[in-house]
């Protein structure tokens, strides 16, 4: 056998397609781009212009990469629909800069004209891009393989040798072989004609297909999500409806009917952390023990809530975001009734947990005349106490608790109309208790002290401590087909990368002296060692059934026939 060198007129298999007609065409569903005549293009034909352009590969690409620059000031400039403390903290210190991020919607990124815009021409490229490749690769797997080009030489891989076997027997032979090999393989002619790699082009559909549900699945999570956040003391319960949250948002589309309906109690936190090392004071456990209820008469069920371990109830996922102490107070009129007994929540200042916060009482008190008025006193608590350090907490645990109260009297504004937060005090329409000195009273208790108000103006109590722990309670429809998306995306990018989509040809004819000559060629999407090496291969096992004839000058005695080898095209990838 005798390899024969080749003269191809091009170096990549774009050429070869050019030039090989059915043989070289539609190895991928690709559109082909056409350079538009301008001069005869009317209303119409500008606008198929515009559409294959808009469903072009590039096209698609240019919108995923504004997509992605369009989402980066959502995450670098505060949201309206998100926070808005922020966003007014913002235009506050940026007097300029604000009106011109309202006009370009910067405040609102995600529900812009600009970005809304850009979503859907990415949208609709997609599908546009989609469905005539999808059309055109289902009518390639329900046709057969094309047949071999008259000369197989202009290909980029391609082997040749003489055999005394039959033309027929080579054939039946690499007919077998192909398809041994997962060829999709069939009789053409004088030739036997195969391809493989269709896994590359379900790949890149599959790719395409996931990033419309990823579009579809973003879209529907943010019309019909919910988010709330909700702080419970120990003891207390929460119901999933709108008016029990301490603040919530939700998507344009979603009602308060979409709430999954349950409820819970918080039964205890525990909080446990590291006592010393580098490490003091971080947390080790951090969990929240519930029982909750599904539906209005559902049974009780306990469960545990901790750090990225959310309660899932249906379509709702409640996560443990925070957590505090709340003093159980008891508030005593000059009389010595009792006007007030709660646990009130105070909000953490530091890592060790040392925490602020106002106790508000606004009715049935009565100073020692008789004359009703109301209560706030400001209250700061160390839960590790320790001299020296009288500012701050030590340690986050319950070891030394002492709460600081400074109490005030006189009018709170709360019935003003006007809204104020509950964990700070109005002080300009009220007085402080003077002590004995005529100095602000305040006063450090320990559980189970009292401080006494001057005048017989009443007392307060410190009995004792809660503890509290906020749940964000989250509804975000379409985050499994979000991921299902995202997986499908990568395995279908990865497929369409590793996979090369190829053709081989085998053609056996009888020569002019009655030996059978066998060509074998072969053909890929672009330029690989891949489809040489395969096609070597392939020889290598076709030649071992059909082994070489001496050549015509050599003698019968004396064979110097070679194995075969698969000579690439000149200036190929070798």
Not at 456 to 472: D, L, P, S, V
Request: proline share 6%; with cysteine.
């Amino acid at each position: 056998m005798s390899t024969t060198p080749k003269t191809a007129s091009g170096t990549s298999a774009e050429r070869a397609d050019d030039d090989l007609g059915a043989a070289g065409s539609q190895l991928s569903t690709a559109p082909k781009e056409y350079l538009p005549n301008l001069p005869s293009l009317g209303v119409i034909g500008w606008a198929r212009w515009f559409w294959r352009q808009l469903t072009s590969m590039r096209v698609a690409l240019l919108l995923l990469l504004l997509l992605s620059l369009g989402a980066i000031p959502g995450s670098l400039i505060p949201q309206a629909g998100t926070d808005e403390t922020k966003v007014a903290d913002f235009r506050k210190a940026h007097t300029f800069l604000a009106p011109v991020y309202d006009r370009l919607g910067l405040f609102h990124v995600y529900g812009s004209v600009w970005f809304s815009a850009i979503y859907i021409l990415l949208f609709v490229s997609l599908i546009g891009c989609i469905i005539p490749r999808t059309y055109q690769f289902v009518g390639q797997l329900r046709g057969r393989p094309p047949g071999a080009p008259k000369r197989l030489t202009r290909l980029p891989a391609y082997t040749t040798w003489r055999t005394e076997a039959e033309p027929e027997q080579v054939r039946e032979a690499a007919l077998a072989l192909l398809k041994k090999r997962r060829f999709r393989a069939h009789r053409a002619g004088d030739a036997v004609a195969a391809e493989k790699g269709y896994l590359r082009e379900i790949g890149n559909l599959a790719f395409h297909i996931a990033l419309i549900v990823l579009l579809i699945a973003f879209a529907w999570g943010q019309l019909f999500k919910s988010e709330g956040n909700k702080l419970i003391v120990e003891g207390d319960g929460f119901s999933n409806t709108t008016t029990q949250y301490d603040d919530f948002k939700s998507g344009n589309l979603f009602t308060s009917d979409d709430l999954v309906p349950f409820s819970f109690t918080l039964d205890k936190f525990t909080g446990t952390y590291e006592a010393s090392g580098p490490n003091k004071g971080t947390p080790r456990t951090y969990q929240a023990a519930l029982t909750y209820s599904k539906g209005a008469y559902g049974k009780d069920h306990k469960d545990l809530v901790k750090v990225n371990e959310p309660l899932q109830i249906g379509d709702a996922n409640v996560y443990l975001t925070a957590h505090g102490y709340a003093p159980l107070i008891t508030v005593r009129d000059g009389r010595g009734k009792v006007v007030y007994r709660d646990a009130v929540p105070l909000l953490p200042l530091d890592s060790n947990v040392t925490s602020t916060g106002v106790i508000k009482v606004l009715d049935g008190y009565k100073n020692a005349k008789g004359v009703s008025q109301q209560l706030g006193i400001s209250a700061f608590l160390l839960p590790t106490y320790t001299k020296g350090s009288e500012t701050a907490s030590t340690f986050p645990a319950l070891r030394n608790p002492v709460l600081n109260l400074t109490p005030y009297y006189g009018d709170l504004g709360v019935d003003s109309g006007i809204p104020q937060s509950v964990y700070q005090l109005d002080k300009s329409h009220v007085k402080g208790f003077k002590d004995a000195k005529g100095a602000q009273l305040r006063d450090n208790l320990k559980p189970g002290q009292t401080m006494t108000l001057p005048n017989g103006a009443g007392t307060i109590t410190y009995e004792g401590t809660k503890e509290w722990a906020n749940f964000q309670v989250v509804q975000q429809p379409g985050t499994a087909w979000a991921l299902g998306g995202a997986l499908a995306a990568i395995f279908g990018l990865a497929g369409s990368l590793f996979i090369q989509r190829r053709r081989v040809w085998v053609r056996a004819v009888r020569g002019a002296d009655g030996v059978t000559v066998v060509e074998m060629a072969g053909l890929g999407r672009s330029e690989s060692a891949k489809v040489p090496e395969e096609l070597g291969d392939l020889a290598g096992i076709l030649y071992d059934q059909a082994p070489g004839a001496p050549e015509p000058d050599d003698s019968p005695d004396h064979d110097t026939t070679p194995d075969p080898q698969v000579v690439p095209a000149e200036g190929a990838e070798q």
